[in-house]
């Protein structure tokens, strides 16, 4: 990977949908070169995927917390393949993240109200090797 399919990959992450003729324009490049480069970077596993970024203050359930999680080390596959399989009304589990430091998971969410914490705080806690937790709010993302 060049300093250009690195350029081509932040183009990518900024704006997923442009064209690979809007990206040749930036890097002054052919479109075809473009789209040789892209092919090979998916090929390679570089580039996943694409997705959408949502306004998720504009959809139901829009509130967004973090849930941190302190445990014991022996449990992290199975709280963290309980966490991703839960369902509770009003909660929306986004994404489970095993970190490095103070916590030991991230526990991304999306709620319909403040109160929806208990409920998904309470089913963390029923979890075997859970050592501690704290629960910060989204105020606001700017990508």
């Known amino acids: 990977m060049d300093c250009v399919d690195m350029e ?7 704006n997923g949908r442009i ?25 390679e596993g570089i580039i996943t995927g694409y997705r959408a970024l949502i306004d998720w203050r504009k959809v139901k359930p829009c509130i967004r917390c973090l849930i941190f999680l302190k445990i014991n080390g022996g449990y992290f596959a199975q709280i963290a393949n309980e966490i991703a399989n839960v369902e509770i009304a009003g909660v929306v589990i986004e994404e489970c993240h095993r970190l490095a430091g103070e916590w030991c998971v991230l526990v991304k969410t999306r709620i319909s109200a403040p109160e929806d914490t208990t ?12 050592i501690e937790t704290s629960t910060t709010f989204i105020i606001d993302t700017v990508i």
């Open 119 to 130: 409920k998904i705080l309470d089913r963390v806690w029923q979890l075997d090797g859970i």
């Open 19 to 43: 064209s690979h003729e809007e990206i040749a324009e930036i890097l002054h490049l052919s479109r075809p070169a473009i789209h040789k480069r892209i092919a090979k970077l998916e090929m």
């Open 8 to 14: 081509i990959v932040k183009i990518l992450e900024r």
